[in-house]
């Protein structure tokens, strides 16, 4: 799957700057001529991370070089030989040396570095919060020498909420929360780690949802009957495990919560009942297979706990209700929302992929206006 979407963003951005390369129709008056086209950037830094190691990063490394900048590829600690490896493909396929440069490492000895040169024009980052937050922060700071102001595009992750409304089919939405939580082990911004359920239906969801992660692998990913593999490094596993202690004293373990880094980093599909909507494991992203469910008293109610984090970036609703699908298409503030599905799996070019508020910068991965943000516009007018 991740070969499939890198190959997805290849294609979707060849073909997106054939559309942007004459640039935009503007009007002219008699006696001129006027023209609106898009020139590159500049320099730019690819930061990607760890949990689509091929495709995020192909992806956000396409988008710069089709729009005619050359960049400083820069891949996630734990994941630079599959970058390494698409850099070669690259080079195969007869990108002119210098587009594309590869500079691994460690993100806390050479990242600043990157962000804060004034020769660097842009950074596309993917990654966490923290991070993203630090990199916008330096990137605003004008070096000496520098002469622009430097364009951040960053998507930073997420707290992402299935919301199962009193009409929903039940097993879709057993489904929906089970599915979207522990995919990849959960690691995935966009990956489903609260649920907020009608009273009415609370204790039956709760129920199926339980029944269905107990059936799920955890094991050797080459395996094709694993469904789940580990978490991707040490600390990873440190960090999901504090937060099944925390869990602990928030809500009601229902199954899971056990991690064994004897051979590997593997943590249990985990999930927590009757947990407060303000408690932390509702609030705080934990990028690990550990979901969240919370009792609400109605759709009002739904709706205000789905916008009570600082992120927006993927939300989904299970409901039969039309009324309740329309306000939530209104009133649910995420960047990409769902209905009658779980809240991951975007298609490149179907469901442009990116969210608000402290999800990153609004900016759509594999949508019509992504390539823009990496170009600069310039307007020509001829007197004659």
Known sequence: ADTAEAIDFLEYYA????????????????????QYHYIPLGVGIIISPFNFPLAIMAGTAAAAIVTGNTILLKPADATPVVAAKF????????????????????????????VEHPKTRFVSFTGSRAVGCRIYERASKVQPTQKWLKRVIAEMGGKDTVLVDKDADLDAAASAIVYSAFGFSGQKCSAGSRAVIHQDVYD????????????????????????????????????????????????????????????????????????????????????????????????????????????????????????????????????????????????????????????????????PDYLVLHMQAKTTSEAY
Do not use: W
């Open 15 to 34: 073909r997106q700057v054939l559309k942007l390369k004459d640039g935009a129709d503007v009007k002219s008056r008699a006696g001129e001529s006027n």
């Open 204 to 367: 039956a969801v709760v129920e199926k949802a339980a029944a269905l992660a107990r059936t799920l692998t955890v094991g050797n990913p080459e395996d094709p009957n694993t469904y789940m593999g580990p978490v991707i490094h040490q600390a990873s596993y440190d960090k999901v495990m504090s937060y099944i202690e925390i869990g602990k004293t928030e809500g009601r373990l229902l199954t899971g919560g056990e991690g064994d880094d004897s051979k590997g980093y593997f943590i249990q599909p985990t999930i927590f009942a009757d947990v407060d909507e303000n408690a932390r494991l509702m609030q705080e992203e934990i990028f690990g297979p550990v979901v969240a469910l919370c009792k609400v008293r109605d759709f009002d109610h739904m709706l205000e706990v789905a916008n009570n984090t600082e992120y927006g970036l993927t939300g989904a609703l299970l409901s039969n209700n039309r009324e309740h699908i329309e306000r939530a298409r209104e009133d649910f503030h995420v960047g990409n929302l769902y209905f009658n599905r779980g809240c991951t799996g975007a298609i490149v070019g179907y469901q442009p992929f990116g969210g608000f508020n402290m999800s990153g910068t609004d900016s759509k991965a594999g949508g």
């Open 87 to 114: 850099v070669e493909v690259m080079e195969e396929a007869g990108l002119p040396n210098g587009v594309l440069n590869f500079i691994p490492g460690n993100g806390s000895e050479i990242g600043d570095y990157l």
